[in-house]
Nanobody, 124 residues
């Protein structure tokens, strides 16, 4: 088991919706900042959405208006609606031991706990 466990990936249709979940496994305490990243076929990892302990979200432009991130004491959830082919990627959950999300909660450097990822493939 990794530090974080993702679930909910799989094959999805264009225009459909998906829900991903992330459960912390071995993180010693409730992380202040958590986020979803994705790595598409081109190989570049990008931040998708982040949320702090107070529930304040931050979305990348690529999912703004289509995405919803939430969390409670046991899990973090990401929903993406109106799926596009470019949403195809390995989605990875991340958490930070920092006491603040800082100025850019979608920056990879903020996070020191990572999951192994769940693959999402969007096609017609």
């Amino acid at each position: 088991q990794g530090q974080l466990a993702e679930s909910g990936g799989g094959s999805q249709e264009i225009g459909g919706s998906l829900t991903l979940s992330c459960v912390p496994n071995t993180i010693p305490r409730q992380p202040h900042c958590m986020a979803w990243f994705r790595q598409g076929p081109g190989g570049r990892r990008e931040g998708v959405a982040a949320i702090d302990l107070d529930g304040h979200p931050n979305y990348a432009a690529s999912v703004n208006g289509r995405g919803a991130i939430s969390r409670d004491r046991t899990r973090m959830t990401l929903e993406i609606n109106d799926l596009k082919q470019e949403d195809t990627a390995m989605y990875v959950c991340a958490a930070s031991s920092s006491v603040s999300c800082g100025m850019n909660s979608l920056s990879q450097g903020l996070y020191n706990f990572w999951g192994q990822g769940t693959q999402v493939t969007v096609s017609s």
